[in-house]
């Protein structure tokens, strides 16, 4: 049968507050490590994120503390040679691709910005490498301005839960924003990484240990522990 549009809200607002409270003692995400280590820095946000890409946090946070003990502004960083930024940042997958990023990011932000970060999505989805998931992950974070910063694991566990029914993260945020009160967009999408690094993990999720699994029709789930 389906939900009326009230219905699925008022289930997603309440998984949200549940899991406030069942995330509470999970490891941070390196976001908000970068953010505790360093402050709301704009640029290292960004440079982070895009790090983080297709590479697990355990692996990216290192890798962004590596690269910001040489260099913490895009003037500093077009002082680093691309080998070197390979270098500091392997093993992020797609290392060599992402240290050319950050240099013409780098660039891009000096030579069009005055070397600040924007704050607009359409200015940061302008700037070479930065797709949806990055700029709405700086507006959030770095801004604090209303976005829902989509990743691979709030568009699958989005659509587990059934709040939205979706083919790409892309499509995800956008009925996500069109599901949720603005107030819970950051939120979620925190609170939805943190869960899918440590429960609804892609495969083979733990739904037995799942505090919001009388909330979840499991939809796609074929294997669970
Ligand atoms: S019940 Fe299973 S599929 Fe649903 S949110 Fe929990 S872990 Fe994910």
Partial sequence: MKQSHSSVQQRAIKIIQMLRGATKRMPKTASTLIIERYGKSPYLIL??????????????????????????????????RLSAIEKLIYPVGFYRNKAKSILSVSEDILDRFDGKVPNSKDDLLSLHGVGLKTANLVLAEAFDVPAIC???????????????????????????????PKKYWIEYGRLLVIWGQNICVPISPFCSECAIADLCPRIGVTRSR
Avoid: W
Avoid at 53 to 77: I, V
Avoid at 165 to 171: F, H
């Fill in 47 to 80: 440079i982070s994120c895009l790090l983080s890409l297709r590479t697990k946090d355990t692996t990216s946070y290192p890798a962004s503390c590596r690269l910001f003990a040489k260099a913490k502004t895009p003037q500093s960083m077009l002082k680093l």
């Fill in 150 to 180: 989509v990743d691979t694991h709030v568009h699958k566990i989005s659509n587990r839960l059934g709040l939205v029914k979706t083919e790409t993260p892309d499509e995800t945020e956008s009925a996500l924003r069109e599901l949720l």
